[in-house]
């Protein structure tokens, strides 16, 4: 089983910057890829940024040059740093990791609950 917990959300104004961190934690045995969705209001849940083990990171087009992932595998905590904020980002950002559990020989996803990002204009 694996937990995660999203913190640094928040109300920022439009050209700010927040940073998003996401803590995993539970019987795991190791994180295969870590990634950030949000979900704005009214609309579908969608990417924004994934970081593989061993390969490069993936951006949604539309934070491409403002927003930054990053992960520590030892605290196995993921990061999202947002930059130039704009109101259209504002959304639930939702953390996910893909991880094999300890006992377990699959790999599965794991979601946070959600932290909301509220950009004012």
């Known amino acids: 089983q694996v937990q995660l917990v999203e913190s640094g959300g928040g109300l920022v104004q439009a050209g700010g910057s927040l940073r998003l961190s996401c803590a995993a934690s539970?019987?795991?045995?190791?994180?295969?890829?870590m990634g950030w969705y949000r979900q704005p209001p009214g609309k579908q849940r969608e990417l924004v940024a994934v970081?593989?083990?061993?390969?490069?990171?993936n951006y949604a087009d539309s934070v491409k040059g403002r927003f930054t992932i990053s992960r520590d595998n030892v605290k196995n905590t993921m990061y999202l740093q947002m930059n130039s904020l704009k109101p259209e980002d504002t959304a639930v950002y939702y953390c996910?990791?893909?991880?094999?559990?300890?006992?377990?020989?699959?790999?599965?996803?794991?979601w946070g609950q959600g932290t909301q990002v509220t950009v004012s204009s």
């Open positions: 539970g019987t795991i045995f190791s994180i295969n890829s």
């Open positions: 996910t990791v893909n991880a094999r559990v300890k006992s377990l020989y699959a790999s599965y996803d794991y």
């Open positions: 970081i593989p083990s061993g390969g490069s990171t």
